[in-house]
């Protein structure tokens, strides 16, 4: 008969993969853990910085305190991934009116996360999905020097001072937003870097009731199947560069009726791969 130690030795040895595929390998970030670092690299306090590669995931909601002037989430290393896991990252700002009437207030913090993937010369995937980002005075999320396979995904960004920022290097791709909510931001819905030209693709989103545009572009941007509302300007700017849509629906954008949806660089005709539909116009609601 064996003894219990060895019963015990080999129940151990069994239940080994199960702890390892629960466990995932990722970094576990919360309220609690702020307090004292949540893992190597990452002080006391906010912001929670990442400075190792790796799969990260919320286990509770974020609420920086207030007045903090700091991002909840800074990243600095890559290829990273943040599932925030359902959870919200709260800046505790607050904006009012549909479009959002002026700037909004009461930020606890700068940016919700910052990734900026610093290393001269190269890009870093980045990826966030799976919860909600709100309420920061800078941006909900930023991406800078990202490269074209990264992505906000299932991800609602909302009363910001801005929704979400691209930056980085002039001419590249900067990825994907991918059935994510842009609602109610004190500025534009998700907007490039003022000197850059990026690229970046977005697809199945709402963007929806923020002060002024809902997206400013980078050449050679495309926007499939997305719904563009109750925006203060142009749905889409890109006024300076060349983008591409498809199949997106316009209501009540620039102050609604027979006012421009968008605005662009390249004939209507050229700019438009068809299937957009504008809710302001006569029946059948074709857009121009």
């Given at each position: ?22 466990s995932g390998g990722a970094f576990e970030i919360n309220q ?257």
């Open positions: 008969m064996r003894s219990f130690r060895s019963r015990w030795f080999f129940f151990a040895i069994a239940l080994l993969p199960l702890i390892a595929h629960a609690d853990c702020v307090a004292v670092g949540c893992f190597a690299g990452d002080d006391p306090g906010y912001p929670v910085t990442i400075t190792q590669p790796g799969k990260y995931v919320l286990t509770s909601d974020l609420v920086p305190p207030g007045n903090s002037g700091t991002n909840a989430i800074t990243v600095s290393a890559a290829p990273v991934d943040i599932d925030l896991n359902g959870h919200t990252i709260d800046g505790g700002g607050s904006c009012t009116g549909t479009p959002t009437a002026s700037m909004c207030n009461g930020y606890a913090g700068d940016n919700g996360i910052f990734m900026n993937y610093n290393v001269a010369g190269n890009l870093g995937f980045f990826r966030v999905h799976n919860g909600r980002v709100r309420g920061f005075s800078g941006s909900g999320i930023t991406f800078v020097n990202s490269s074209s396979d990264s992505a906000i995904e299932d991800v609602v960004v909302s009363e910001n001072s801005f929704g979400i920022g691209i930056g980085g290097s002039a001419n590249s791709d900067a990825g994907h937003i991918r059935n994510c909510r842009v609602l109610r931001n004190g500025n534009q819905g998700v907007a490039t870097a003022a000197g850059p030209a990026l690229r970046f693709f977005v697809d199945n989103s709402v963007i929806s009731g923020n002060k002024n545009e809902g997206l400013v572009v980078g050449d050679g941007s495309v926007f499939v199947g997305n719904r563009f509302d109750d925006n203060g300007s142009y749905a889409v700017n890109c006024s300076s560069v060349k983008c591409t849509f498809g199949q997106n629906t316009f209501h009540n954008n620039n102050g609604g009726g027979a006012n421009a949806q968008w605005l662009t660089a390249l004939p209507t005709d050229a700019a438009s791969m068809g299937g957009n539909i504008c809710l302001d116009h006569a029946s059948p609601y074709n857009c121009p």
